[in-house]
């Protein structure tokens, strides 16, 4: 057997950027999914020769490596029990919880680990396999916490860098995990750790200093002998194609379809809207809580002011999940049964994924876009608003707590926890002055444009390129 084709630039995500689609006559094919991650590494893989090392998304034997969109896949095999204990369980049901604050509690399960380790060895091994002598590896996410440390130990010549996606947590909540000692060391086997936020970079740090004796000097941690590595962690924040969702936005099919929209909603003054995965840590009870209210105060009433909530069904084998679906629709059918006048809808509750082109038509159509997370890493959905509204109107509500806060900041920004304030906030986007909102609208879009997804990937690989020192000054963006 030929050993496998060898890459210089290699990402490592959980999953694979395709999605397997069955034709009407059956036969199977693959289509890249058009996630921002897969955006962002586009031009990368183009100009340096790329493979992408995943899951393809089915329990069972993996495909044989292939090639889609000039990308070279690399399929990684998971049993239907390793996506229970791997995915569904160490990543979504014990990693999640505690690294969004535990806003559900976490559940610890010897055998979920031992399963993310071998998975992780895995994917390891499947990466060394492919890389190219001195090869620049990206390992992405929560999912892969051990595969930095695996990996330099199978090839120390590799040039290693990780980006977490979703927030760190504090010290005190890390220090819960009853495999601390083993993630840290697993991540600390990088060049480079990015995060979301500076706040992000600090509590890996400080967890890191505190719980495996490592010395920190400013954003550079140095390990202890025998290897006397130094390690960079610095904040990267991710952004989105704004210039590809400004023409977007821009093209006259999504022109039309946002007026569509608008209309079979009965052109209400006021169109309000939500997106998010049905996921706890969005804060999609807050914000029902809040517009009940508001509802049955009397300050909002359909037709005239009309609320679109979309929730992307997700995870929907964990208990958490799906307890908080029950919660959600019940909480919308009670709103809607006690405001809903005939002929009148106070909330339209949607449970499924759209084409990209029509979530651009819906963010160009809504007046007042809500984004209230309890805890959120950075929240693309905030950005893709901002770079759709071509015309500077719209208005954002935005969580504090979000990573989009950080560079965000002209957004009516709210704290999802203090309904009464969370009230009031969504009042003061939807009747302040046209040209105060327009103000702030233009500072966001400034902010969004730029720094974008190229940006962000650029950024992150200059600083995996001079870990670990920061890139020389003029180098970075
Ligand atoms: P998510 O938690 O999934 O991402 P988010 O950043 O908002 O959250 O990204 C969701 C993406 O899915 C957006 O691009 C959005 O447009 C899309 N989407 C949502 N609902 C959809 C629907 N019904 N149909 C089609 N598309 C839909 C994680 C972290 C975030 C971090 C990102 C990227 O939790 O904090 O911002 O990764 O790093």
Redesign the pocket.
């Known amino acids: 057997m030929s050993s496998p084709e060898q890459f210089e630039f290699v990402v490592v995500a959980n999953r694979l950027p395709v999605d397997r689609v069955v034709d009407p006559d059956g036969t199977t094919q693959w289509r890249t999914s058009p996630?921002?991650?897969v955006t962002a590494m586009e031009a990368v893989m183009r100009v340096s020769d790329g493979a992408w090392v995943g899951w393809a998304g089915q329990p069972g034997d993996a495909p044989a490596p292939f090639d889609e969109d000039e990308i070279h896949l690399v399929p990684v095999p998971l049993s239907a029990e390793e996506v229970r204990d791997y995915y569904e369980g160490f990543c979504n049901d014990t990693i999640w919880p505690i690294y969004h604050d535990v806003i559900v509690s976490a559940t610890f399960r010897r055998t979920w680990w031992s399963t993310y380790e071998r998975v992780n060895r895995r994917f390891a091994e499947a990466t060394a396999a492919v890389a190219a002598p001195g090869a620049t590896i990206w390992v992405q996410?929560y999912q892969l916490q051990l595969v930095p440390a695996m990996l330099r130990e199978l090839r120390p010549d590799l040039r290693i860098g990780w980006f977490n996606?979703?927030?760190f947590p504090a010290v005190e909540l890390f220090a819960q995990l009853p495999w601390r000692g083993h993630i840290l060391r697993g991540l600390l086997g990088a060049d480079f750790l990015g995060f979301?936020r500076a706040d992000d970079a600090a509590n890996f740090r400080r967890s890191a200093a505190r719980l495996a004796g490592v010395e920190v000097e400013g954003e550079v941690l140095s390990l202890g002998e025998p290897d006397g590595r130094r390690v960079r962690a610095a904040a990267v924040p991710?952004s989105?194609d704004s210039r590809q969702l400004d023409q977007m936005a821009r093209s006259e099919s999504v022109q039309r379809r946002a007026a569509e929209i608008r209309h079979s909603l009965g052109d209400p003054e006021c169109l309000i809207l939500g997106?998010?995965?049905l996921?706890y840590?969005?804060g999609i009870r807050h914000r029902l809580k809040a517009y009940g209210e508001l509802l049955a105060g009397g300050e909002v009433a359909p037709p005239r002011t009309t609320f679109v909530q979309?929730?992307?069904p997700s995870r929907e084998r964990v208990e958490a999940y799906r307890n908080l679906r029950e919660q959600v629709e019940g909480k919308v059918g009670r709103l809607n049964g006690d405001h809903s006048p005939i002929g009148t809808t106070a909330i339209h509750y949607?449970h499924?994924?759209?084409?990209?082109q029509?979530?651009a038509a819906l963010f160009l159509a809504a007046d007042v876009m809500l984004v209230t997370p309890l805890r959120?890493?950075?929240?693309?959905?905030?950005k893709?608003y901002v770079a759709c509204q071509v015309d500077e109107g719209g208005a954002l509500v935005l969580s504090e707590f979000?990573?989009?806060a950080e560079e965000l900041g002209d957004a009516y920004l709210c704290n999802p926890h203090d309904i009464e304030g969370l009230k009031q906030t969504i009042l003061q986007a939807i009747t302040d002055d046209p040209e105060e909102k327009r103000r702030r609208m233009r500072a966001l879009r400034e902010a969004v444009v730029e720094n974008d997804v190229h940006t962000w990937s650029r950024t992150f690989l200059q600083a995996l390129e001079h870990a670990p020192e920061p890139p020389p000054a003029g180098d970075e963006d």
Do not use: C, F, W, Y
């Open positions: 996630g921002g991650l996410d996606h979703i927030p979301q991710i989105v997106v998010d995965r996921d840590t969005k979309i929730a992307t949607i499924r994924s759209h084409p990209r029509d979530m959120d890493g950075m929240n693309l959905v905030a893709e979000t990573g989009a």
